[in-house]
């Protein structure tokens, strides 16, 4: 599976972005999906997650009301709508792929990442 993240660019603060995490190479309608981001000089957070039916969700703390997650397995795409975002948001956003774990912060790895995409929020 390769994954293929996009949709980052450049953001007034408060304004919304619609980040997305194609599939290739097979269906990966069977994995847990997440979205990790990383700021410069700061460690990799996770953001949010979900399952293979999107029937579970996960969300960390600091996006919670603002982020959602969603996927589409018919066009093997997972997306994170991103509302209100502030400029501590401004970070790379990374998709990865694992099977046999429910939506958590605490998957200990994953089986495929994309290569990320760039979130850049204006104050």
């Known amino acids: 599976v390769q994954l293929q ?3 980052g ?3 007034q603060a408060g304004g919304s972005l619609r980040l997305s995490c194609a599939a290739s190479g097979r269906t ?13 000089g700061k460690e990799r957070e996770f953001v949010a997650a979900i399952s293979w039916s999107g ?3 996960a969300y960390g703390d600091s996006v919670k009301g603002r ?3 969603s996927r589409d397995n018919a066009k093997n795409t997972v997306y994170l709508q991103m509302n209100s975002l502030k400029p501590e948001d401004t970070a790379v956003y990374y998709c990865a792929a694992v099977r046999g774990y429910a939506p958590s912060a605490t998957v200990p790895a994953y089986d495929y990442w994309g290569q990320g995409t760039l979130v850049t929020v204006s104050s």
Request: proline residues 0%.
């Open 28 to 40: 990966f309608g069977s994995y847990t999906v997440t979205w990790f981001r990383r700021a410069r």
């Open 5 to 7: 993240a996009s949709g």
């Open 9 to 11: 660019g450049l953001v």
């Open 67 to 69: 982020f959602t997650i």
């Open 55 to 57: 029937g579970s969700t």
